[in-house]
Structure formats: C-alpha cells, structure tokens
Nanobody
C-alpha cells in the first residue's frame, strides 16, 4: 500500500509561482509513474503532468511551457514547479502514483490563483 502526502499549495497572484511536493511512503521500491492531476469546482479531474521513473514526461497542453515536473526516485518524491500561474489554474491538485498495477492518490492540496 502506497501513501501519498502533498504539500506546497496556497494562494498566489496571477503570474506568480508555486512548487508542489508529494512524498510517497509504504514501499522501498521505486514507483513507476508519479504525477499530478487537478480538479476545479464543477469540473472533472484532469491530468496535469506525469513522469516515469526513467524520465518520460507527459503534460497537459494547458500547462506546457509553464509547469515542470521532476522526481527524486531514491526518495519516491515528485515535484511540480508552476510558473506564470493563471486564474484558470485554480483547483485542488492531487498527487498520483501507479505502483504494481494499483493507482494511488493523495488527499489533495488547494491552489488558488487570484487575478
């Protein structure tokens, strides 16, 4: 069983930056895929970015060029650097991991971007 704990959300003005962190526990083995999804009020949860343990990344078109995902495989920790934030980035951001055919989610962290 994998547990995910996020940190780093908050309130920021448009154009600002935030960095999210997510640490996984419950396994001493490297997790295959880790990443971030988000859910805005009244909308479905959507992909933000994922990164595999060998470095392959996948970004939503809406965040390409502004967000960067990175990982520390030894610590099973994933980061999301968010720059040039926009009000439409406001959402609850969820950490995600896929490990041994199981999908795991964090509790979510609120990101609010004011205009």
């Amino acid at each position: 069983q994998v547990q995910l704990v996020e940190s780093g959300g908050g309130l920021v003005q448009a154009g600002g930056s935030l960095r999210l962190s997510c640490a996984a526990s419950g396994t001493r083995f490297s997790i295959g895929t880790m990443g971030w999804y988000r859910q805005a009020p009244g909308k479905q949860r959507e992909l933000v970015a994922t990164r595999t343990s060998n470095g392959n990344t996948n970004y939503a078109d809406s965040v390409k060029g502004r967000f960067t995902i990175s990982r520390d495989n030894a610590k099973n920790t994933v980061y999301l650097q968010m720059n040039s934030l926009k009000p439409e980035d406001t959402a609850v951001y969820y950490c995600y991991s896929r490990y041994r055919s199981g999908d795991y989610w964090g509790q979510g962290t609120q990101v609010t971007v004011s205009s």
